[in-house]
């Protein structure tokens, strides 16, 4: 008898197609994507919309919004007084290098005498430009804080009528006597700047009327 014949199991193995991944189309030379840009203005619209509002303020709140803006007060009035002693600190330094150049330059070299005269035209037009530039900064704070006297007039106002007590309005309606010391709080810096101001340009006019003599 022949030996049985054994017949092979079927092969159950599925093929997988497999499909090479995709090689990106080249970005190279391609501009950047680039975000929208979103105002600073309009994002703030938005946190400002999506904060949900409470309950009606209650006195606390409102003295918390009074101190606030008395904060906010008190740094505009810093920043005037860190801007005018700035504009003073160099204002020194400059009147006392003229000064000394003014002095010695009959006694300087002839090397150093054409430096000492171009000196003697750029100290005049450089504390010139200081005094303007600190003085447009002094009124920008003013500005700001003509605004906020307004506010802690009308923060006053409210609390005033929530404590059923007349309080003395230090903001924008001062009355009395107190009405004129609003414009007078303010005169000294600018008085001082505007001083500084106009020394500076006779010493700049009187050094070009002598240099027009000159000729």
Same mark, same amino acid.
């Given at each position: 008898?022949?030996?049985?014949?054994?017949?092979?199991?079927?092969?159950?193995?599925?093929?997988?197609?497999?499909?090479?991944?995709?090689?990106?189309?080249?970005?190279?030379?391609?501009?950047?994507?680039?975000?929208?840009?979103?105002?600073?203005?309009?994002?703030?619209?938005?946190?400002?919309?999506?904060?949900?509002?409470?309950?009606?303020?209650?006195?606390?709140?409102?003295?918390?919004?009074?101190?606030?803006?008395?904060?906010?007060?008190?740094?505009?009035?810093?920043?005037?007084?860190?801007?005018?002693?700035? %504009?003073? @600190?160099?204002?020194? !330094? +400059?009147?006392?290098?003229?000064?000394? #150049? =003014?002095?010695? $330059?009959?006694?300087?070299?002839?090397?150093?005498?054409?430096?000492?005269?171009?000196?003697?035209?750029?100290?005049?037009?450089?504390?010139?430009?200081?005094?303007?530039?600190?003085?447009?900064?002094?009124?920008?704070?003013?500005?700001?804080?003509?605004?906020?006297?307004?506010?802690?007039?009308?923060?006053?106002?409210?609390?005033?009528?929530?404590?059923?007590?007349?309080?003395?309005?230090?903001?924008?309606?001062?009355?009395?006597?107190?009405?004129?010391?609003?414009?007078?709080?303010?005169?000294? %810096?600018? @008085?001082?700047?505007? !001083? +500084?101001?106009?020394?500076?340009?006779? #010493? =700049?006019?009187? $050094?070009?009327?002598?240099?027009?003599?000159?000729?």
């Amino acid at each position: 008898m022949g030996k049985p014949t054994r017949t092979a199991p079927a092969s159950t193995t599925t093929a997988v197609s497999v499909t090479p991944p995709t090689t990106p189309a080249s970005t190279e030379g391609a501009a950047p994507a680039v975000p929208p840009t979103i105002h600073p203005a309009h994002e703030l619209d938005k946190r400002i919309a999506a904060v949900k509002p409470g309950a009606e303020p209650t006195v606390a709140d409102w003295v918390l919004l009074a101190s606030f803006n008395d904060s906010l007060l008190e740094k505009e009035f810093k920043l005037q007084n860190d801007r005018v002693s700035w %504009m003073m @600190t160099s204002q020194s !330094i +400059l009147f006392a290098a003229f000064c000394l #150049i =003014l002095l010695a $330059r009959k006694d300087l070299p002839e090397s150093v005498a054409t430096t000492a005269t171009i000196l003697l035209y750029a100290i005049p037009g450089l504390s010139l430009a200081i005094v303007v530039a600190a003085l447009l900064g002094v009124g920008a704070a003013q500005a700001v804080i003509w605004h906020l006297e307004r506010e802690r007039s009308f923060y006053q106002g409210v609390l005033a009528k929530l404590y059923h007590q007349p309080l003395t309005d230090v903001g924008c309606r001062r009355e009395g006597g107190l009405k004129v010391t609003r414009k007078l709080g303010f005169i000294p %810096m600018f @008085t001082v700047i505007a !001083i +500084l101001a106009l020394i500076w340009v006779v #010493i =700049l006019g009187s $050094r070009v009327v002598v240099s027009i003599q000159g000729f």
